[in-house]
């Protein structure tokens, strides 16, 4: 046997969940699977918390970035016990606890995945909130500083602020000493907000809520906005921003087509910047960085991964249609292990 090789034998069977075509959360199946084999360069993992993205939704769903290629098993995000080493893997244990970030497959008992994508787990986070921290985390920092360029002393507008992504930017925001306007549908997702620090809360609906965040940032706007919901609320964005703006364009949780007129932009100056994590991870210099603030910063306990409800294996295409409900908040957790 090869010194990177555990006992797990080629042939063994694991259960995981197979999409074999596109569509709303039940397509999502429980089958027996074959267990995977790591390739040149990546790892093998235990799966024992996978975090559900928005993006996972949007990709069984086939409305993703990228064109969702089926049959396959999903699952981006995950953290785990490495269980073996593919050819050529160094600098990684068999038996070391990992988060992974990238690829697709973990909604199973085993995954593997690209030996770079794993993320090192700080001593203090369990396994659900590891695998609730890379997507969410990194997409903050580079929404707030990579992109967003803020400062201590801004204010940012963070939109579904008690969502996964929601919950992180609000509490990065605030370690990073700027001040938060929080939206989000709910008193009780406004309560959480409220909890991680934000300063300012107000409903998605509420009637007034273009004046109301132009006031709580002194009147003219907010100079930096996360827009995670698109459609006609593109259009608030623009008209919450104060001149000089910048609006981080990450998501588009409600599905629509928002319209970008450009000579709006030059009236007062707002610039409007795309964030697609995945592409932004190969950039060495600012993964580097946000890895830095970030594990310093969950080290210290200043920030914690807010783990949402957790669910089974089996429960997939339930936690998958709470999350398109708005049911959730923090970051939703399967765990193939349960
Ligand atoms: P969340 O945990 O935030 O869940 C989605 C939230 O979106 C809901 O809870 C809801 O909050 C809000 N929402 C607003 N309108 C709708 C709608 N019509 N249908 C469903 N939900 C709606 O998910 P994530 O943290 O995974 O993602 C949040 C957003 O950020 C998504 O748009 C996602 O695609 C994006 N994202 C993008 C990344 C990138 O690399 N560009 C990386 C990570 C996330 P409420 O009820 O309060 O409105």
Redesign the pocket.
């Known amino acids: 046997m090869l010194p990177f090789m555990t006992q797990t034998p080629t042939g063994q069977t694991m259960r995981g969940i197979l999409v074999e075509r596109l569509g709303p959360p039940e397509v999502m199946q429980l089958r027996d699977l074959p267990v995977p084999q790591p390739g040149p360069g990546e790892v093998r993992l235990k799966v024992e918390a996978v975090g559900?993205?928005?993006?996972?939704?949007?990709a069984v769903a086939g409305e993703y970035?990228t064109r969702t290629r089926v049959p396959y098993t999903p699952g981006m995000e995950f953290a785990g016990v490495v269980d073996m080493l593919g050819e050529g893997v160094t600098g990684v244990q068999v038996g070391q606890r990992v988060a992974a970030l990238g690829g697709r497959g973990s909604l199973a008992q085993y995954a593997v995945c690209p030996a770079a994508g794993l993320v090192p787990v700080p001593e203090n986070l369990n396994a659900a909130q590891a695998a609730a921290f890379p997507?969410?985390y990194f997409?903050a920092y580079?929404g707030l500083k990579t992109l967003g360029r803020g400062v201590a002393g801004e204010w940012v507008l963070v939109?579904?602020?008690?969502?996964?992504?929601?919950?992180?930017s609000i509490q990065l925001a605030k370690a990073l000493g700027m001040h938060v306007v929080a939206?989000?549908?709910?008193e009780e997702?406004l309560e959480i907000a409220r909890g991680l620090g934000a300063d300012v809360t107000l409903l998605?609906d509420d009637p007034d809520r273009v004046q109301k965040v132009r006031d709580a940032a002194g009147g003219k706007g907010v100079p930096l906005l996360l827009e995670?919901?698109?459609?006609k609320?593109f259009q608030e964005s623009l008209d919450m921003a104060a001149p000089l703006g910048r609006i981080i364009?990450?998501?588009?949780?409600?599905?629509?087509q928002a319209n970008l007129r450009p000579f709006e932009l030059m009236k007062r100056n707002l610039t409007v910047t795309?964030?697609?994590?995945?592409p932004?991870m190969t950039d060495r210099e600012a993964t580097r960085e946000a890895a830095e603030v970030l594990t310093r910063l969950v080290a210290s306990g200043q920030v914690t991964p807010q783990v949402?409800p957790t669910y089974a294996l089996a429960d997939s295409p339930r936690a998958f249609q709470d999350?398109?409900?708005?049911?959730?908040?923090?970051?939703?957790i399967i765990e193939p292990g349960r």
């Open positions: 559900i993205n928005f993006a996972d939704v949007l970035l997507v969410s997409t580079h939109q579904a602020a008690a969502g996964a992504l929601g919950t992180a939206m989000a549908s709910t997702k998605q995670v919901v698109g459609g609320r364009v990450i998501g588009n949780a409600s599905r629509e795309g964030l697609w994590l995945t932004l949402g999350i398109l409900d708005r049911k959730t908040t923090g970051k939703v």
